[in-house]
Structure formats: C-alpha cells, structure tokens
C-alpha cells in the first residue's frame, strides 16, 4: 500500500536521538529550549513553547487567551476534530463558520455575515481558530481585519502548514494571530513523533501558555507572591498540566528542520506533477491562492461527480483495493455524534458538507518515487474509468 503520508527519517536524525539518550537529561534539558529557538527564528517569532502535541498546544492557547465557560470558540468544520475540542475543554461552546469553495479555509465573507448577526445576539466569539487546510494559509488579512473589528482572537491552526508562507512571510509569524499552532506527528511535514508548539509575539500569552504546559508551577521569583522559602522552592499559581516535549522528541524536531525547506520543495515537486499529469481527469485539484505558498501537507482532489458513471465511495475504495492509500480530510466536525448531539445537523454548512462528498487525500510524502506517483495516477484513471 502507498501511503497517504510519510515520515522521512535520516541517520542523522537517529544520531541526534541517540546523542541525547546517552546524555544527562531526557526531558527538561537544553534541546527543548534549542528547539524552540530555532522554530521561533525560522518563522520569526518572537515566542514558542514547545507541547507534546498540537492538541495541547490548541488548549493552552485557548486557556492563554482567556476561553472560558459561557464564552464561544469559532473554527472551520473542514478540520481534524482537535481544531473544535481545545474550545469544549475549556467549557466554551463551538460553532462554525463554512468554508469557501476555492481554498476549502474558513470562508471570510461567512464569518463576516456570521458576526454580524453574532454582534446583535450578544454571542460574539472569544476565539476563531483559522485552520490552515492542506498547508494553504487562510485568508489572514481578512480575517485579522475582522477579529480586530469584533474583538475576537485568533488562533492560527498551522498543523499542515510549517515551511509554508502567507504574503512572503513564513507561516507562524502571527503578524495576523495572537497565536500560532504546529503539529510534529509523523504524517505532518516535519516530525518528532508526537509533538506540537504554540508560537506568539505577546510576552504575556507565552508566559501563561509555558506555566500551563507545566502544572501551572513557576520558579521565577516575580511570579511568586512572597519571597522564596529557599533553594529548594516553586509555587503553584495556576492549574496547569504535563504537556511537555521531551528531550529527544526535541532532538529529532531539530534535526528535521535543517530539512525542512527541502521536505516543502519536494511536495511542490510532487503537486506540480500531480496537477499536470490529473489535468485531463473529471476531477479539480487544488486550487493554490497567489498570496500563498502552502506547506502542502496534503493534495486534495474534488472528483466532478456528475462527470462520472461512479460514486465517490466506489472510486475511493477502488484505489484501495489498487493499493493506494488515500484518505478524507476530513469528515465535516459538525457531523461527528458527539457535536451532533449539541444540536448541530445535516445541512447546517453546505459547502463543508459538499466538500466532504468529493474529496480524496491523494498520497504525497518527501520520499515518494516518481514511480510511486504514475502508479496513483494509473490507478486513479482505471478507478474513474466507468
Ligand atoms: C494533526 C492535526 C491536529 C492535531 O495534532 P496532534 O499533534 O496530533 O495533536 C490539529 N489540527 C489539525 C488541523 C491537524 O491536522
């Protein structure tokens, strides 16, 4: 089976691990710290804190900027669950705003109609969480202009989108967001197994989002309200959790960025043979916005239905029995039983539901042959012929 996605791991990056194995400290060292210097200097951000997942990160973000019971957490329903969920457990409610046909991002001009009636019923979101589909930045300065307007903040999902850039800046310099958030699992672009960080240019939101990563445990004598009871002393002055990377998570995460441009290079390689090898199939594949260099974590097709003597379902599992390994990003969020059963239905966002009806993750990763990509091609061209 090729897979959808993959993870390219080097001798180098084994060495890295094994050099922190045989060293003093497998969490809470240096390479953490390292690790998030160098991520915060790539993107040009002034802050990041490193998590053991991106799902944590989405919930210290959220907790940082002050989500609550009573409060809402807008994101896009065309996301991994995890996107919606850092708002629940912070005892906010979610909602959704649908997506625009084009990019398959949170639709600017919804949440500009959704706000709107939001500001006239008092239930204006806290936070927005932009979620960077496939790699492809969201409309930021669109959707900045919004957030400042309404007093919303926002949350960058940049999950797929590491490498990637947005106006000719890399993506996680949160020009347009309070915060920006970064997926490492191994299907990602780079990868420290499991791993996430949440970068800021705000002082006050890095400070709160690194106590509560920790417990909510500080050592810093300006934190504490009196004066330490000796060496040995720290204060609990929040509720915190253990979110923490370790040191070899770090060491890996190191050792792939000096790989990174090239990882993002490839995909583009791949996508750019991809959109021109597919051109003459009943399909539409990714649109790529020109304000946008995507990360490319994912390549995403919309089958022409109407086009083709075959469901969706019937060319989707016809590639799977070919031995393709595609997938569905994703199932629209508001469709999941547990949100269904917060009221949300069928039809609530058309465009998000329509996207879901059409759309295959075809496989894309840095180590993929040209060879391995003719065989999804062919394969794609038997599963569409009727
Ligand atoms: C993968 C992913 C997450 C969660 O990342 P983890 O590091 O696995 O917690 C969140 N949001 C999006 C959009 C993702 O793709």
Redesign the pocket.
């Known amino acids: 089976m090729i897979p959808y996605g993959r993870q390219d791991i080097s001798q180098l990056d084994i060495d890295a691990v094994v050099e922190v194995l045989q060293s003093d400290f497998l969490t809470q060292g240096p390479v953490v710290p390292a690790f998030e210097q160098r991520v915060a200097c790539h993107v040009g951000a002034e802050h990041a804190l490193a998590v ?7 919930h210290i973000a959220c907790l940082a900027l002050g989500l609550a019971e009573g409060d809402y957490l807008w994101t896009s329903p065309i ?5 919606a969920n850092c708002g629940l457990y912070c005892g906010a409610q979610v909602d959704f705003v649908d997506i625009d046909p084009h990019t398959y991002n949170l639709c600017p001009v919804a949440l500009e109609q959704k706000l709107q009636k939001a500001e006239q019923s008092g239930t204006l979101p806290k936070v927005l969480v932009a ?3 496939c790699g492809q930045s969201c409309d930021m300065q669109a959707i900045s202009t919004l957030a400042k307007r309404y007093g919303v903040s926002v949350i960058e ?4 989108a590491i490498g990637g850039k947005y106006r000719g800046e890399f993506i996680g310099s949160c020009r347009y967001s309070d915060i920006t ?5 191994p ?2 672009i780079i990868t420290t197994a ?3 960080m949440a970068l800021t240019n705000n002082a006050e939101l890095a400070a709160k989002m690194q106590l509560l990563r920790s417990h909510g445990i500080t050592r810093d004598p300006e934190q504490m309200t009196h004066v330490a009871d000796g060496p040995w002393y720290y204060q609990q002055i929040d509720l915190g959790f253990n979110y923490r990377m370790t040191e070899l998570q770090a060491a890996l995460g190191v050792s792939q960025l000096q790989r990174l441009d090239q990882f993002v290079a490839r995909r583009h390689e791949l996508a750019a043979r991809y959109d021109q090898l597919l051109s003459t199939l009943p399909l539409t594949t990714p649109w790529q916005h020109p304000d946008s260099y995507s990360g490319l ?1 994912l390549y995403v097709v919309r089958l022409n239905t109407q086009q083709i003597g075959k469901s969706h379902r019937e060319v989707f599992e016809s590639l799977r029995e070919q031995g393709i390994g595609v997938n569905l ?2 199932i629209p969020v508001h469709t999941q039983p547990y949100y269904q059963r917060m009221g949300f239905q069928y039809g609530d966002f058309p465009e998000a539901e329509r996207y879901y009806r059409e759309a295959i993750s075809l496989p894309m990763f840095h180590t993929m042959s040209e060879e391995q990509q003719a065989q999804v091609v062919a394969a794609l061209q038997g599963a569409l012929a009727s």
């Not at 996301?79 to 996107?83: E, G, K, Q, R």
């Not at 999902?157 to 797929?160: G, M, P």
């Open positions: 053991n997942s991106a799902t944590s990160a989405l996301t991994f669950v995890a996107s979620v960077h589909l999902d940049a999950s797929h958030v970064f997926s490492f699992h299907v990602k499991e791993g996430g974590h990003h994703y």
